[in-house]
Nanobody
């Protein structure tokens, strides 16, 4: 059974930083592309970033480029999202996701999801 477990999010002031992690089990981690999504109250879920299985390629949505960095540690089955210069509009539930297809993470229907973690940025 595949499990994706995000670290605890938190409350941070605007301009601050936070690092999320997602630990995977029940799958061969380095066979899977991974991604981060988020959903703010009253809004649709959106892509944040995705990374190939090897970690060689990462893609970001425009609103987080230059502020967020996705990375992975295949030896420890862990995905990260380093978030810097946080803004109130980054407030959302953040989800990690996994799929053997990198392109599937471009959609909103990757195969496996974590339970989500709340990130709140105060102004």
């Amino acid at each position: 059974q595949v499990r994706l477990v995000e670290s605890e999010g938190g409350l941070v002031q605007a301009g601050g930083s936070l690092r999320l992690s997602c630990t995977a089990s029940g799958l061969t981690f380095d066979d899977y592309a991974m991604g981060w999504f988020r959903q703010a109250p009253g809004k649709v879920r959106e892509r944040v970033s995705r990374i190939t299985a090897s970690g060689s390629t990462a893609i970001y949505t425009d609103s987080v480029k230059g502020r967020f960095t996705i990375s992975r540690d295949n030896a420890n089955n862990t995905l990260y999202l380093q978030m810097n210069s946080l803004k109130p509009e980054d407030t959302a539930m953040y989800y990690c996701a996994a799929d053997q297809s990198f392109e599937a993470l471009r959609t909103l229907n990757p195969r496996h999801w974590g339970q989500g973690t709340q990130v709140t940025v105060s102004s």
